[in-house]
């Protein structure tokens, strides 16, 4: 069976597809330097899968680290999850997130072309399609134009160098996945998505409303030309998300293949408030308040290119996701 290292594997997603490839009889180890996510998700994993990961608590920023975990590891595969992600701090700090996301990857890049290691996934965004003429993003689009924010760019430029280093690296295959909105939490309540510092997406700030961190939500706009005005996103549930991984391990070949990981079906911030309250059986507290600078009124994945070619789709819905959420968050306050 393979092995697979997994850099930010005790982040949200990467702890998710830790899971799912531990269940799948892959060996895994891990290795994060913890910037954005705790070390008990380790016995986390271990408590869902009964195998416990090898963790390495290590900065992709130290080369020499790196290399004597991959040089010892032995892997088959890498899948790279390690990275800044927060769209607002990388438009005031972009040296922060080109240094760390790009250097990071570049370091992780040379180690595995030192050791031999030559199948790669990697989570890229729907962010790298910027604005475009229709609101269904497909892989054929052209990227990088209009990208609003340096974390996007890192997206867009480490996409670029992977699709470099395989074509001077004929034995590298290499996937690109490019992520709708991730979403939801392990059925087993155990994992989620438990950012530090103050969030910016939808679901951590409905979370953080619902366990009274923050007051109320702030819709941002209603008069969008979207049926009930607000901004529709394409939301994916992060287990559909981690499977999405396993299956492209199973369809690794020679070049970069790429993929959108989304459900194809958007859903709009009045829908997700709406599926929270049906979820919870309370009322969400919000406010409508003016539209956000840089967002799109609507965007959502064809999968369809997944579906053929990788015989994914997604299955949960984001009812699925509010459940799994509730549940998760419900557990972390009993602990
Ligand atoms: P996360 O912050 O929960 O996980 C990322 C992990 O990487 C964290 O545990 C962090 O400590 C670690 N990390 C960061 N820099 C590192 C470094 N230099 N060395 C070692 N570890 C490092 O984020 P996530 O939501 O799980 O996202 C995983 C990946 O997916 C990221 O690359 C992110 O940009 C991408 N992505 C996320 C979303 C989303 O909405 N969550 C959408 C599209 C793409
Ligand atoms: C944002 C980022 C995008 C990134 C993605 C996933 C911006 C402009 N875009 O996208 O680059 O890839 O996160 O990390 O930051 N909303 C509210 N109130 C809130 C928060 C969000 O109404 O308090 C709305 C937003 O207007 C949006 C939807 O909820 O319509 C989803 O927001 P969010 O989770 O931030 O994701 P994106 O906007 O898709």
Redesign the pocket.
Known sequence: MKKVLV?????????HTAVELLQNGYEVEI???????KIT?VDQIEKITGKRPVFHQ????DATQLDQIVANGHFDSVI??????AVGESVEKPLDYYR??IT?TVNLLESMKKNGVNEFI??????VYGVQDSPEYIETMTTGANISSP?GRT?CFIEEIVKDYSVANPEFKAVLL?????IGAHPSGLIG???NGIPN?LMPIIMRVMDGRIAKLQIYGDDYPTEDGTCRRDYIHVVDLAKGHMAALEHMQAGTQIFNLGSGKPSSVKEMIAAFEKASGEALPCEVGPRRAGDLPEFWANPSKAERELGWRTVLTIDDAMRDTINYLNKVKEN
Request: hydrophobic share 30%; aromatic share 14%.
């Open positions: 850099t930010g594997g005790t982040g949200y997603i990467g702890s290795v994060d330097n913890l910037f954005n996510s998700v290590v900065d992709l920023l790279h999850f390690a990275g800044l992600k760390n996301n990071g990697f989570s890229s965004s729907a962010t974390y997206k490019r992520y709708f909105n991730p998505e438990d950012p997406n």
